[in-house]
Structures are given as structure tokens and as C-alpha cells.
């Protein structure tokens, strides 16, 4: 097989791959495609090496085409007392970002899911004779963390029990756990926890609201059910969105 000239291969790469390189038109990209070809079937024959493109091409051109071979001109420097501001350097492609859109939806569709899981996992807990549960979900949110399939009605019911047992300028459903219910609100300067356990027990907590809100506030509880003496504990801060839930079951004998 002949091997094409090595000039005009070198003069078409320059100007289609080369510093200030020139849109080729579709005859001279075809004659282009077939010299490159040419060259790499002369390569492998041991006949001859393609011709580099000249100082100014670059390894994106270079690797467009597909010569495995680098381009260590690509990178050279200007000779001694050269004024950099002449020079015609390519800059540098702008970095991708490190973070896709994509990747933050993915992001947010994990963290969803990694907290459906673990709501899951603390309501399943209070079947053992020890169990925490841990809400950080805000405080005032619409949908308070609750166990599963509880009713309006048992709600509502709790909500009258609460309101007939003290005084409350405002009253919020802050979360629950097996039999309880644990409401929050403000009374005068005041801001209360209130656990409600169906009518078998009832008890409230208060503290400054400026120091509910740095330190959170404090409830225990303790009742019979089903042969069992239940001891609960709750911890919370409504303004923090945390509430702590720990019941301890001993049997009675």
C-alpha cells in the first residue's frame, strides 16, 4: 500500500486539530479521514509513523483521532526572554463540576428513604422491654412523628384529656409511641410537655420558654397495663424538633 504524503497529512492535521485551527469543508475532512488511515495501516505494517501535528495541536485533538501516542510538544514552553503575553496558548478547559444535579437528587432520594427506615425501626422497638424512640423531625411540622395506623379519633380523645388536665395558651401534637401521645405548648411565659398514656396516666412538665429552648424539657411517667408495670420517660425540645421517648416494662409480682 502507498503511503500518503506525510506534508499534506501534517498541513490538514495542523489546521484541523493545531492552535487557531481552521474548520476543514467535507472534501478536505474526508481527505483528512483517508490519509490518517493510511498512515495507521503504514503503522502497523512497520512501514511508518503518522506525523506528529505541529507544536500548537493538542491532546484533545490528538485523541479525537485516535493516535494513542502523546503529544509532549503539547505542553511547551515558549524559548528564553519569549513575552508571554504573545503567546497563543489554548487555556485550559473549565473543571466539571463535582456535583450533578443528578447526584443531589440522588443525594435527597437517600436521605428519604434512610428515613423512612429508621422511623420504621424505632416504632418497631417499643415491642421489646426496653426501647427508645428519637424524633427529629421539626416540631411544628404538619405530620408529627406518630406509631403507625393510630386513628383522629384516638388523637382527638387525647387531645380533650389533655386539655381538661391544665391550663394552655396554645396545644400541639409533638409525637408518640405504643400507648402514648406526647403534646407541647405554651402557657404564659411557660412552654410544657405533656405525656397522655388512654386515660391510665397523665403527666406535665414546664420550664422557662427561653430555657426550654436551650435545654429542652423532661417527663416521667409510670402505669399498669396488662399485668405490667410501664415506667416512661420523655425527653424533648419542641423548638429543636427533638423528642426522646424511653419505657421500661416490669412485670408485676
Do not use: K
Request: aromatic fraction near 4%; glycine fraction near 12%; proline fraction near 5%.
Amino acid at each position: 500500500m502507498a503511503t500518503p504524503a506525510p506534508d499534506e497529512l501534517a498541513a490538514l492535521r495542523a489546521r484541523a486539530y493545531g492552535r487557531g485551527g481552521q474548520a476543514l469543508s467535507a472534501e478536505e475532512r474526508a481527505r483528512l479521514a483517508a490519509l490518517e488511515a493510511g498512515w495507521r495501516a503504514a503503522g502497523d505494517d512497520g512501514e511508518a509513523d503518522p506525523p506528529a501535528v505541529q507544536s500548537g495541536s493538542s491532546a484533545a485533538g490528538e485523541a479525537s483521532i485516535g493516535d494513542r501516542s502523546a503529544e509532549s510538544d503539547s505542553a511547551e514552553s515558549g524559548p528564553a526572554g519569549h513575552d508571554d503575553t504573545d503567546s497563543d496558548a489554548v487555556p485550559a478547559a473549565p473543571a466539571a463540576p463535582t456535583t450533578t444535579p443528578r447526584a443531589r437528587r440522588r443525594a435527597w432520594i437517600l436521605a428519604a428513604v434512610g428515613a423512612v427506615a429508621v422511623a420504621a425501626g424505632v416504632t418497631g422497638g417499643f415491642a421489646l422491654g426496653r426501647a427508645t424512640a428519637s424524633n427529629a423531625l421539626p416540631a411544628a411540622a404538619a405530620q408529627p412523628f406518630l406509631p403507625l395506623g393510630i386513628d383522629t379519633e384516638r388523637i382527638e380523645a387525647s387531645r380533650g384529656v389533655v386539655l381538661a388536665q391544665s391550663t394552655w395558651d396554645e396545644l400541639h401534637l409533638l409525637g408518640g409511641a405504643g400507648d402514648l401521645l406526647v403534646w407541647w405548648g405554651t402557657s404564659g411565659a411557660q412552654t410544657c410537655i405533656a405525656i397522655e398514656a388512654r386515660d391510665l396516666s397523665f403527666a406535665r412538665a414546664c420550664g422557662d420558654t427561653a430555657e426550654v429552648r436551650s435545654d429542652g424539657l423532661a417527663a416521667a411517667v409510670g402505669y399498669q397495663s396488662d399485668g405490667a408495670l410501664t415506667q416512661v420517660t420523655v425527653r424533648a425540645n419542641p423548638y429543636a424538633g427533638v423528642l426522646v421517648i424511653t419505657r421500661d416494662n416490669a412485670a408485676v409480682g
